[in-house]
Nanobody, 124 residues
Framework: QVQLVESGGGLVQAGGSLRLSCAASGRTLSGNVMSWFRQAPGKEREFVGGMRWIDGRTADADSVKGRFTISRDYAKNTLFLQMNSLKPEDTAIYYC?????????????????WGPGTQVTVSS
C-alpha cells in the first residue's frame, strides 16, 4: 500500500527551527513531484514548496523563500523541509503530497496522494 508519513512537527519559539520529514513507501518516486503544503485553522491549504524527484529541482512559495529549504534522501525515498526563522504565522498542519508529473504544481487538488500531516506550532 502506498503511504506518505510526515514527522518532525512540534512546538517551537519564534525564530527557531524545525525539520520535517516525509517518508514514502510502496511507490517508486521517479517521475513524481513531491511537495509540502500547510493548512492553518480556518484557512485554505497552502503550497509551501515542492521538488521534482527525478532531478531535485525545487520551487518555493514566496512566503517562505529564504527561510524554508526542501531537500531529499533519494535512496530512502524521503523528502525534508528545513524551516528556519519560524514565525507565529507559520503555525499550521504541514502535509506532504505526491503526484506523477513533470513540474511542481502549487494547487492542492492537483495531488493524489497525501500524508496525514504533522502539527507545527510557533509561539511568539
Amino acid at each position: 500500500q502506498v503511504q506518505l508519513v510526515e514527522s518532525g512537527g512540534g512546538l517551537v519559539q519564534a525564530g527557531g527551527s524545525l525539520r520535517l520529514s516525509c517518508a514514502a513507501s510502496g511507490r517508486t518516486l521517479s517521475g513524481n513531484v513531491m511537495s509540502w503544503f500547510r493548512q492553518a485553522p480556518g484557512k485554505e491549504r497552502e503550497f509551501v514548496g515542492g521538488m521534482r524527484w527525478i532531478d531535485g529541482r525545487t520551487a518555493d512559495a514566496d512566503s517562505v523563500k529564504g527561510r524554508f529549504t526542501i531537500s531529499r534522501d533519494y535512496a530512502k525515498n524521503t523528502l525534508f523541509l528545513q524551516m528556519n526563522s519560524l514565525k507565529p504565522e507559520d503555525t499550521a498542519i504541514y502535509y506532504c503530497a505526491a503526484i506523477v508529473g513533470a513540474g511542481v504544481k502549487t494547487r492542492s487538488y492537483e495531488y493524489d496522494l497525501w500524508g496525514p500531516g504533522t502539527q507545527v506550532t510557533v509561539s511568539s
